[in-house]
């Protein structure tokens, strides 16, 4: 595991709008490190620290432009994320509406089909018996019946 890379302490400070290599110097002997150490001390605490009345003073007042940019930058972050979040939910849902709808859609399909397949089998069926007659020369039981022609078969319908 490689340890943190050294830094210029001063390169933090010297980031700041308005800080230089001799102002960075003085306040990291003063123990301010960072923008947030600026703010912290205050006018005050950046005159203890060597820097004269005007340059605290310009120094602060630099300083709420960096903090509010940081606020907006973080607020608009926590938007975007938030968008993302009602983006991805509302995507989830359309995708399981339309699962929901072709699914009943074929499932109607499937129910008129058979439906339909029913219907053309009655249709189809027919009678399958033979038609038979009473024996004419004496003998028990009956006598098929045998068509003389198609017309005449039980399969064939007159329409």
Do not use: H, Y
């Amino acid at each position: 595991m490689a340890g943190k890379s050294k830094k210029d302490p001063l390169e933090a400070l010297m980031a700041i709008p308005g800080v230089g290599k001799a102002t960075a110097k003085k306040l990291s002997d003063a123990g301010i490190k960072s923008a947030a150490g600026i703010k912290k001390a205050g006018e005050k605490g950046l005159l203890k620290a060597g820097l004269t009345a005007a340059a605290s003073k310009k120094l602060m007042a630099g300083m709420t432009p960096v903090a509010s940019a940081k606020k907006a930058a973080k607020k608009t972050a926590t938007k975007a994320k938030s968008s993302a979040k009602k983006a991805v939910t509302k995507t989830k849902s359309t995708a399981k509406k339309a699962a929901t709808k072709s699914k009943a859609a074929a499932s109607k399909a499937a129910a008129s089909s058979r439906k339909v397949a029913q219907k053309v089998v009655d249709q189809k069926k027919g009678t399958n018996t033979v038609k038979t007659e009473k024996s004419k020369d004496g003998r028990k039981g009956m006598t098929l019946k045998i068509p003389k022609s198609v017309e005449g078969m039980s399969w064939f319908r007159k329409k």
